[in-house]
């Protein structure tokens, strides 16, 4: 059973940064295509970026492009999201999910990942 695990989440002000890790276990990690997606009070849970298995190949929502960065370290089961610029519209709790499918057709939807984080918490003040 594949566990995910996330940490870095916090409050910050607008503008500043944070940086989100995500550490796996019980599966063959480097396999795996790797994405955040992120819930806010209200809404439904939506795609930030996935990183595909091979070759860091990398996709991101219309809404962080150019502001969040996600990398993937295979020698440490870990996967990584960089967030810089932020707003407090990025409030929200960030999910980390891992699909066996290593290079999704439709990353940006719930259905396509098996394996869920239990999230963690990123508030942005004004």
């Known amino acids: 059973q594949v566990q995910l695990v996330e940490s870095g989440g916090g409050l910050v002000q607008a503008g500043g940064s944070l940086r989100l890790s995500c550490a796996a276990s019980?599966?063959?990690?480097?396999?795996?295509?790797m994405a955040w997606f992120r819930q806010a009070p209200g809404k439904e849970r939506e795609f930030v970026s996935v990183i595909r298995w091979r070759g860091g190949v990398t996709s991101y929502a219309d809404s962080v492009k150019g502001r969040f960065t996600i990398s993937r370290d295979n020698a440490k089961n870990t996967v990584y999201l960089q967030m810089s610029s932020l707003k407090p519209d990025d409030t929200a709790v960030y999910y980390c999910a891992a699909s066996r499918y290593g290079s999704p057709t439709m990353y940006s939807g719930t259905s396509s990942y098996h394996y869920w984080g239990q999230g963690t918490q990123v508030t942005v003040s004004s």
């Open positions: 019980g599966g063959t990690f480097s396999t795996y295509a």
